[in-house]
């Protein structure tokens, strides 16, 4: 890993990421943290330089939609507990799953736009489980 990856993981870690799990408590009225598997982005710029807005900004427009109303706030207050991501090589190994208050979601970070769930699949997971 280089200086680059090194500081773009210290700027997620202690700049974009806290921020995000603000806006999530604004949003649904409670933070909800991430969990991040850094050595599968470690040696990949470009899909750290992807990953804010891939998952975390696709997310919270996911729950901007579910929490229009005190019923959907609660419901994620309720289920969602924890946001875990990582980063996976090609689309084929792509997934998201929302089991145990755990939303998981493994992009291909690195082929941009092609390599993430739309804000739509990830509120339809959440929907079917909330």
């Given at each position: ?39 599968s982005l470690a040696d990949d710029a470009e ?29 994620v207050r309720d289920s969602l507990k924890k ?20 939303l998981e979601m493994r992009c291909a970070y ?21």
């Amino acid at each position: 890993m280089g200086l680059a990856e090194r500081r773009k993981i210290k700027e997620l870690q202690e700049t974009t990421l806290p921020g995000r799990v603000k806006e999530i408590e604004e949003i649904c009225g409670a933070p909800i943290p991430y969990e991040v598997d850094w050595d599968s982005l470690a040696d990949d710029a470009e899909a750290l330089n992807f990953l804010d807005n891939i998952s975390c900004h696709r997310l919270n427009m996911a729950l901007r939609v579910i929490c229009q109303d005190d019923l959907g706030k609660e419901a994620v207050r309720d289920s969602l507990k924890k946001i875990k991501l990582a980063n996976v090589r090609d689309k084929a190994d792509m997934k998201m799953t929302f089991d145990g208050g755990v939303l998981e979601m493994r992009c291909a970070y690195a082929l941009r736009t092609d390599g993430m769930f739309s804000d739509g699949d990830i509120r339809n997971l959440l929907m079917q489980k909330l």
